[in-house]
């Protein structure tokens, strides 16, 4: 009965792994965002944007959300990688980019960020963004 549970982010990384198509060059940022917006919150981050964050976080997961993964497949994480891209932008405003930077391991991810941002801006029509950012109060 001791069955090890999985990380949320070993799961995203499973569900994107054997992803080939067309937007596989930014959806495969998607666990690396999402593990980044979870490790802010063990940083010393203004409290205005712990919500913002959790939100994003709690996007991932959510089922029923604009784009869902469980019709879409991974084109469904689109709109969770616009939401993280957006919030961690937020925190960059604040903390700047560096800040962000120390706590990610990757290359630079202030480029990563904008190219996350600039190609789900290009897919999503201007009705989504507006429905993804009021799904979490943005």
């Avoid at 919500?51 to 959510?62: F, S």
Wanted: a negative charge.
């Amino acid at each position: 009965m001791d069955k090890a549970l999985k990380d949320f982010h070993d799961t995203l990384i499973e569900n994107l792994e054997t992803y080939t198509g067309e937007y596989e060059s930014f959806i495969d940022y998607g666990p690396l965002l999402f593990k980044l917006l979870c490790d802010l919150l063990n940083s010393d981050i203004d409290s205005s944007l712990r919500l913002p964050i959790c939100g994003a976080i709690a996007y991932y997961v959510t089922p029923d959300d604009v784009i869902p993964e469980n019709i879409y497949g991974p084109y469904g994480y689109i709109d969770d990688i616009y939401l993280s891209s957006h919030v961690l932008k937020m925190v960059g405003d604040i903390h700047g980019y560096e800040f962000i930077q120390e706590i990610s391991s990757n290359e630079n991810i202030e480029s990563i960020l904008n190219e996350c941002e600039s190609k789900s801006v290009e897919i999503l029509n201007d009705d989504e963004i507006r429905n993804i950012l009021d799904y979490i109060g943005l």
